[in-house]
Nanobody, 122 residues
């Protein structure tokens, strides 16, 4: 079966850095676009960024310049490197896999991980 498992979440102070990873199994990882989404308490799920099969990335304006997405096709892992973290970045971060060329919406993805909690303290 398809599994996406996030790890690396935790507590970090404002201005700090954190890297969340997502290990994918059960699918041809290199043929999928990988996306990151986040959901804060009381808010809707928000697109963070994605990396397509060719390695091209796209980021939401709210994280552009601070977050970086990369993928290691040999290890079936996608990473979300978060720098200059702010309290408003506090959320559950989930990775997702899809077959679309464009992955800016949750509807572009077929498989989802359970999410990793990231808390940024002020």
């Amino acid at each position: 079966q398809v599994q996406l498992v996030e790890s690396g979440g935790g507590l970090v102070q404002t201005g700090g850095s954190l890297r969340v990873s997502c290990v994918v199994s059960g699918v041809a990882f290199s043929s999928h676009i990988m996306g990151w989404f986040r959901q804060a308490p009381g808010k809707e799920r928000e697109f963070v960024g994605c990396i397509n099969r060719g390695g091209s990335t796209y980021y939401a304006d709210s994280v552009k310049g601070r977050f970086t997405i990369s993928r290691d096709n040999a290890k079936n892992i996608v990473f979300l490197q978060m720098n200059s973290l702010k309290p408003e970045d506090t959320a559950v971060y989930s990775c997702a896999a899809g077959r679309s060329y464009i992955g800016l919406s949750a509807s572009d993805y077929l498989y989802w991980g359970q999410g990793a909690q990231v808390t940024v303290s002020s």
